[in-house]
C-alpha cells in the first residue's frame, strides 16, 4: 500500500514519477506520534532548568548542520525536546500545565521547541473567577470567562489541577476529598469539576476537561480518582467522554500509609471499562532521576519532605501555585516498584486502547525519550518479566503483572501513542493517514511478520527510539535518529468565539467586571494580558461554536 | 613517560579532557598530537596547544604523563582517569582529576577549584594551596566524593569537601569557611586552621580540626573529649572535643576539634 503526501497532507495519489519516493517495504508505518500530556514548556519547565544543572551536564547534544545544541536528560532545553521529540517519530504534543499569566513566556518557549505541533492547556481550576463564578452558579458567566482565557493565553483545553487544594496550599492547607470545601470560597472541589465540565460543554472545546485529581500521590487515592469520574457521570451525552484524568498512575494508590500502599488499578481499570464518559493516560513511572514538576504545590510539598531534596514553590497570584522537586526513582524502593507496576497494570487491564494513552507525564514520572522502553513493556510479557526480576522483592509479591498475559499489538500500541490521544484531544487531522489528514507521518525499522515482537523487546525498543523516518508536514524532518530538517511546528489553539456565549448586554456587563477586577487582583494589566495571535510564530486556531 | 608542555601562554580557558592516561593509553606520538581539545570556542588539536616529547608507556598503568610550564587556564586535566599517573609541575586550572576513578595525580604547584570534584577513587596530591569546592560535586549535585584520597600540603579554600559521601582529603594548611558542607559519609582531616561553619548541614561522616576554630555552629552538640581520633590506619592526636551535628538535618557527623588550640570553646565542658 503506498501512502500519497503533497502539500502537508495525505492525498489520495501524485504523480509518481515526479514525487520523492521512499520505500518504507518491511517497515512499520504510523500517522506522527501525538502526546497528550508533556511538560516541555513554560515558567515551571525554566525554573526547572534553573535548579537542575547536575540534570544538564551529563546529558549534552552537540550541534550539527541543522539542529541546535541542547543539554538535559530529564528537562531538556527547547530546542532539544523537540529533536527528540521528532526522533522518536512524534509529531504533536501537549504543554498540559500553564498558569495563564505566564502564557507568553510558555508560548515563548513553545516557538522555540521546533518541528512539533504544540497546544497548550491554561490551568484554571484554581482561578479565583472560576471559584467565585461556580459558586454563585453563575455557569454561562464562568464560560464567558474561560472562553476569554482560552483566547486570552492561546490555549487549547481546560486543565484541572488539585481543585481547590492549589488555591488551599496559598494558606498552607489542602482539600482531603471533593467535599472539602476551599477555604475563603465556600466551593468543593466536586463543584469546581462539575462546574468546568459544563463549562466545557458549554463551549464546546475539542478537548474534555484534563483533570490532576486530588489527593494526587497520597494512599488510598484511588476511590477519590473513582469519585471525580463519578461525580461528571450524569454530564455526559452519548458516548463522547467528558473527563480526562491524566497520569492515572498517580492517583491509583491503595492503602492507608506507605508501608500498606498497594495498587488500586484493578478497580480503576473496571470502572474504565464499565463507563465511556471517561479517557485516562498512564503516567508511567520508569526507574531513573528525573524531576518532578507540577502545578499541585501541596503534593510537591510531600515529595520534598520524602526526598529531602532542594524544591521549589511557587504561587502564581490568584491562578494557581506550582512546585518542582528532584527525584529519583529506584527500583529497589518498594513503593517506586508499585507506581511502575500501577501505570502498566492500567495499561493492560483497561481493555479498550482508546480510552488510555501513554504517557510519563514527562518529566514526573521519567523523561519522554522512555516511550520506547514503556512500548517494549506493553508489547512484550517478557520485557516486563525481566524488569520484575530486579524490582523490589515485596512490589514484585504483591504485583499484578504476573497474573496478566495481555500483550499490546502493534495496533494497539498506535492507538496508545497517537490515534487515541488525538481522537482525545479532537484533533480531526492528527492520529490518521486517512485522505485530508496532516501528513505527519513516522516510519519504523521493525518487520512485525519476521520479528517476534513479544521476545525480541529489544529491537522493538530500539526501532521505536531511531525512526526510520519521521515525516512533518510532508517534508522528512529526521532520518535514522538524526535530524535532516528543522521546521516551525504550528501552535493549535482553541477560539472559542467569546461573542456567542451570552446576551450582548450580559457581554459587556461581564467584560466591565473583569475588567474591574484584574486592577485588584493581578500585577498585570488588562490590556496587556491578552496574548495577540501575531505573537504566535505559526498560528493555528480551531474555531469551536459554543452551544446556543 | 609523555611530557606536555605549552606553546604558548594560553589567555582563554582549555577544556583538556583527552588529557588523561586513559584516552593516551595505546596511541602512538603522532594519535596524541591529533586528540582534540577546545581554545574558547574553537576546538583544537593537541599539537597546536602543547609540545610533545616521549612516547605513550606501555603497558598501560604505567603511563607516566608529565605536564609542565603555565597551564593556570587549562581545565579537566586528568578527567575521568582510572590508571596511570600525571605528574604536573607549574599551576594548574579547575576541575583536575574530575569523576577521577583511579591512577595517581601529583600536583607541584597550587591548584584551582574543584579539585577531585566527583572523584571516585585513585590519589591526588598537591604540594602548593587548593582553591575552593575539594572533592565537591557539579552545580546543583548531591554526589560529590565517593572514594579515594585528596591531599593539599597548603590551604584550601570554602566548602572542602561540599557533599562528599566517601574517602580522605587531607589539608595540611588552613581552609575556608563551611568544610565538610552537607557531608553525607567519609573524612577531613584539617590541620590548620578553619575559618568557621565546619560541617553546615552534615549528615555523617568525620570532620577533624587540628588548628583554631572560632566557633562550632551552634546545631552542633558537644558528645564528649577524645584523646586521639582513628582516620583509616592513621591516628590524630587530641585531645578533640567531639561534637555531633547537623541537627537541622537529623545528622549524625562527628566533628573533632582540637582541645589545646581552642580555648575559647572551653566553655562546652560544662554540658558534658
Known amino acids: 500500500m503506498d501512502i500519497a503526501i503533497k502539500d502537508g497532507k495525505i492525498v489520495e495519489k501524485v504523480n509518481e514519477r515526479k514525487a520523492k519516493v521512499i520505500d518504507a517495504s518491511g517497515m512499520v508505518l504510523m500517522p506522527g506520534g501525538v502526546d497528550i500530556h508533556t511538560?516541555?514548556?513554560?515558567?515551571?519547565?525554566?525554573?526547572?532548568?534553573?535548579?537542575?544543572?547536575?540534570?544538564?551536564?551529563?546529558?549534552?547534544?552537540?550541534?550539527?548542520?541543522?539542529?541546535?545544541?541542547?543539554?538535559?536528560?530529564?528537562?531538556?532545553?527547547?530546542?532539544?525536546?523537540?529533536?527528540?521529540?521528532?526522533?522518536?517519530?512524534?509529531?504533536?504534543?501537549?504543554?498540559?500545565?500553564?498558569?495563564?499569566?505566564?502564557?507568553?513566556?510558555?508560548?515563548?518557549?513553545?516557538?522555540?521547541t521546533p518541528i512539533v505541533d504544540k497546544a497548550t492547556f491554561p490551568l484554571l481550576g484554581d482561578w479565583w473567577f472560576v471559584m467565585e463564578y461556580l459558586q454563585q452558579g453563575m455557569i454561562k458567566e464562568c464560560a464567558l470567562h474561560v472562553a476569554w482565557m482560552m483566547a486570552a493565553t492561546k490555549g487549547y483545553a481546560i486543565k484541572i489541577v488539585n481543585p481547590g487544594g492549589v488555591e488551599a496550599w496559598g494558606f498552607g492547607r489542602n482539600v482531603k476529598n471533593l467535599d472539602d470545601p476551599v477555604p475563603n470560597f465556600g466551593i468543593t472541589p466536586r463543584e469546581i469539576v462539575r462546574g468546568l465540565c459544563k463549562v466545557n460543554q458549554i463551549l464546546n472545546l475539542p478537548h474534555t476537561i484534563h483533570v490532576h485529581t486530588n489527593r494526587l500521590g497520597q494512599p488510598g487515592n484511588y476511590l477519590t480518582a473513582i469519585e471525580t469520574m463519578e461525580c461528571v457521570e450524569d454530564l455526559a451525552t452519548g458516548m463522547k467522554p467528558v473527563i480526562h484524568i491524566?497520569?492515572?498512575?498517580?492517583?491509583?494508590?491503595?492503602?492507608?500509609?506507605?508501608?500498606?500502599?498497594?495498587?488500586?488499578?484493578?478497580?480503576?481499570?473496571?470502572?474504565?471499562?464499565?463507563?465511556t464518559h471517561v479517557s485516562i493516560d498512564m503516567g508511567q513511572v520508569v526507574f531513573t532521576d528525573t524531576t518532578t514538576m507540577t502545578a499541585d504545590g501541596p503534593w510537591q510539598y510531600t515529595l520534598y519532605e520524602l526526598s529531602g531534596n532542594k524544591w521549589i514553590n511557587h504561587d502564581v497570584e490568584t491562578e494557581t501555585g506550582a512546585g518542582i522537586v528532584p527525584f529519583k526513582y529506584k527500583r529497589k524502593s518498594y513503593v517506586h516498584a508499585t507506581m511502575w507496576s500501577?501505570?502498566?497494570?492500567?495499561?493492560?487491564?483497561?481493555?479498550?486502547?482508546?480510552?488510555?494513552?501513554?504517557?510519563?507525564?514527562?518529566?514526573?514520572?521519567?523523561?519522554?525519550?522512555?516511550?520506547?522502553?514503556?512500548?517494549?513493556?506493553?508489547?512484550?510479557?517478557?520485557?516486563?518479566?525481566?524488569?520484575?526480576?530486579?524490582?523490589?522483592?515485596?512490589?514484585r509479591k504483591r504485583s499484578l503483572l504476573p497474573n496478566i498475559d495481555r500483550e499490546y499489538s502493534l495496533y494497539e500500541i498506535a492507538i496508545v501513542t497517537r490515534a487515541g490521544q488525538a481522537k482525545a484531544l479532537g484533533l480531526k487531522n492528527k492520529g490518521h493517514l486517512g485522505i485530508g489528514s496532516d501528513a505527519d507521518v513516522a516510519i519504523y525499522n521493525i518487520n512485525p511478520e519476521k520479528t517476534d515482537l513479544s521476545t525480541n523487546y529489544r529491537s522493538v525498543r530500539r526501532s521505536f527510539q531511531k525512526a526510520a523516518y519521521t515525516i512533518k508536514a510532508g517534508e522528512v524532518v529526521a532520518k535514522d535518529d538524526r535530524v535532516v530538517r528543522s521546521i516551525d511546528g504550528k501552535t493549535i489553539w482553541a477560539d472559542p468565539g467569546i461573542s456567542s456565549c451570552l446576551g450582548h448586554a450580559q457581554r459587556s456587563e461581564v467584560m466591565q467586571d473583569l475588567k474591574e477586577r484584574f486592577r485588584d487582583y493581578w500585577t498585570v494589566e488588562f490590556e496587556n494580558y491578552f496574548i495577540p495571535e501575531d505573537f504566535l510564530k505559526v498560528s493555528s486556531p480551531i474555531l469551536v461554536t459554543p452551544e446556543a | 613517560m609523555i611530557i606536555l608542555s605549552p606553546r604558548y601562554s594560553f589567555k582563554v580557558p582549555i577544556y583538556a579532557e583527552c588529557l588523561s592516561p586513559d584516552v593516551f593509553a595505546g596511541k602512538s606520538l603522532e594519535e596524541v598530537l591529533l586528540l582534540q581539545a577546545w581554545e574558547g570556542n574553537k576546538q583544537r588539536v593537541l599539537k597546536d596547544l602543547f609540545s610533545i616529547e616521549g612516547e605513550v608507556d606501555n603497558p598501560p598503568d604505567k603511563i607516566t604523563m608529565q605536564i609542565g610550564g603555565d597551564i593556570r587556564k587549562v581545565r579537566m586535566i586528568g578527567a575521568r582517569m582510572s590508571f596511570g599517573s600525571m605528574i604536573i609541575e607549574g599551576d594548574v586550572g579547575v576541575h583536575l582529576g574530575w569523576m577521577m576513578k583511579g591512577g595517581e595525580i601529583l600536583a607541584k604547584g597550587n591548584v584551582d577549584s574543584w579539585v577531585g570534584c566527583m572523584m571516585e577513587g585513585g590519589r591526588i596530591e598537591v604540594a602548593g594551596s587548593a582553591g575552593d569546592y575539594v572533592g565537591a560535586p557539579y552545580r546543583g549535585s548531591t554526589q560529590g566524593m565517593k572514594d579515594g584520597i585528596v591531599v593539599i600540603h597548603g590551604d584550601a579554600g570554602n566548602e572542602v569537601g561540599c557533599y562528599m559521601r566517601g574517602g580522605l582529603i587531607v589539608i595540611d594548611g588552613k581552609v575556608g569557611e563551611f568544610a565538610g558542607i552537607s557531608m553525607r559519609d567519609g573524612t577531613i582531616l584539617i590541620r590548620g586552621d578553619c575559618e568557621g561553619r565546619a560541617g553546615a548541614g552534615m549528615f555523617d561522616g568525620k570532620i577533624i580540626i587540628c588548628g583554631h576554630v572560632a566557633s562550632i555552629l551552634p546545631t552542633f552538640t558537644i558528645d564528649d573529649i577524645r584523646p586521639t581520633v582513628k582516620i583509616n590506619d592513621e591516628k590524630a592526636v587530641g585531645p578533640f572535643y567531639r561534637f555531633t551535628g547537623d541537627i537541622t538535618e537529623n545528622g549524625k557527623g562527628k566533628l573533632f576539634v582540637a582541645k589545646d588550640k581552642n580555648p575559647q570553646l572551653s566553655f562546652y565542658e560544662k554540658y558534658l
Not at chain 1, 478497580?267 to 464499565?274: P, Q, R, S
Not at chain 1, 522502553?373 to 520484575?388: D, K, P, Q, V
Open chain 1, 39 to 112: 511538560h516541555i514548556a513554560g515558567s515551571e519547565v525554566n525554573a526547572g532548568r534553573l535548579l537542575r544543572p547536575e540534570d544538564h551536564f551529563t546529558d549534552v547534544e552537540a550541534k550539527t548542520a541543522v539542529t541546535r545544541s541542547g543539554v538535559g536528560h530529564s528537562i531538556p532545553s527547547t530546542f532539544t525536546t523537540g529533536y527528540r521529540y521528532a526522533r522518536m517519530g512524534y509529531t504533536m504534543i501537549c504543554n498540559p500545565s500553564m498558569p495563564p499569566l505566564e502564557a507568553r513566556h510558555t508560548h515563548e518557549e513553545l516557538e522555540d
Open chain 1, 246 to 275: 491524566t497520569h492515572c498512575q498517580f492517583s491509583a494508590f491503595k492503602g492507608d500509609d506507605w508501608r500498606t500502599m498497594r495498587s488500586g488499578a484493578e478497580e480503576i481499570a473496571k470502572y474504565v471499562n464499565h463507563h
Open chain 1, 342 to 395: 500501577i501505570g502498566l497494570e492500567l495499561a493492560l487491564l483497561v481493555d479498550d486502547p482508546w480510552k488510555i494513552y501513554l504517557t510519563t507525564d514527562h518529566p514526573n514520572g521519567g523523561p519522554f525519550i522512555s516511550y520506547p522502553t514503556i512500548i517494549s513493556w506493553l508489547m512484550s510479557g517478557r520485557a516486563r518479566e525481566s524488569m520484575l526480576k530486579r524490582i523490589n522483592k515485596k512490589a
